[in-house]
């Protein structure tokens, strides 16, 4: 087993157990085990031939018979799995409405699968599923980041659509100047302002390109994501292989480099940016 996989492992493990502990139906079996228990054992008559041990092994018993039901329920692994992405990647962060329901979605498919690999019975399958999750995160991680920066450019819009507009004003303003300027020295000077004016818009420029390139990369993986989901529950036992897992894995591995170059590349389009 791969240290990937063991890490994805245990963290679901781990989070389905605490909410199976913590959900309310375990309260009140030990909330009731606990004031049965108490009673009977001060003597307060409840079922007479039932000692106060008996309640506390009853209790016991239906606690454990809830825990053991809840970490096979695959519906309530969804849930568990859906309530941990959403707490990992926090959608409500984001301000722009369409990309909370992107992330969302994203964060849907990802507890979908939790589920499917759940419900599966064949180690082969469970094992080439759950490597599958692993790689699955990674994209997710990425498909995050890339729509925080999306958001930030939103909020951002007005001042960068403000600072362009004053830019090509400006360069016409320092065109017409250097036009009529007679002196050499002042029109070096012009020529220079209206140099890193110039590569303040190509940058401007740059970012808006980007930006359009990451709304259309962020829909791409969100269908290619739905596309995947598809592929990995339709998927049967006897059509598993090492070819065709490997196939699907590749798929997210090129999806994941995709992204991680993008997101290179807007970091370099913003430092670039703040610079000028």
């Known amino acids: 087993m791969s240290k990937a996989r063991e890490a994805l492992e245990e963290r679901v493990q781990n989070a389905i157990w605490q909410e199976s502990i913590m959900r309310w139906e375990s309260a009140v079996v030990l909330a009731l085990t606990a004031m049965l228990t108490t009673f009977s054992a001060a003597g307060v008559p409840i079922v007479e031939f039932v000692p106060f041990w008996g309640w506390l092994l009853g209790g016991a018993l239906a606690e454990a018979g809830l825990v053991y039901s809840s970490v096979r329920d695959p519906e309530f692994g969804r849930l568990v799995v859906s309530k941990m992405l959403k707490n990992e990647f926090k959608p409500e962060r984001l301000r722009d409405k369409k990309l909370q329901r992107q992330i969302n979605e994203a964060l849907d498919y990802r507890s979908r699968i939790e589920k499917g690999i759940r419900e599966r019975s064949d180690s082969v399958l469970k094992d080439e599923l759950t490597q599958t999750a692993s790689q699955i995160d990674d994209w997710l991680e990425n498909i995050y980041d890339l729509a925080r920066r999306i958001d930030r450019y939103q909020q951002e819009r007005e001042i960068l659509h403000r600072d362009r507009v004053r830019a090509e004003s400006r360069m016409k303003q320092l065109q017409a100047d250097f036009d009529r300027a007679k002196n050499p020295a002042i029109k070096d000077q012009i020529q220079a302002t209206l140099n890193s004016i110039e590569r303040q818009l190509q940058t401007l420029q740059t970012l808006e390109a980007t930006i359009q390139r990451a709304r259309l990369q962020l829909e791409n993986s969100l269908t290619h994501l739905g596309t995947i989901y598809s592929q990995t529950m339709l998927v049967d036992a006897k059509d598993i292989d090492r070819g ?25 389009v913003y430092t670039a940016e703040s610079a000028g």
Do not use: C, F
């Open 244 to 268: 065709s897992a490997r196939r699907l894995r590749h798929e997210i591995a090129e999806e994941v480099t995709e992204l991680n170059d993008l997101l290179l590349s807007m970091d370099e």
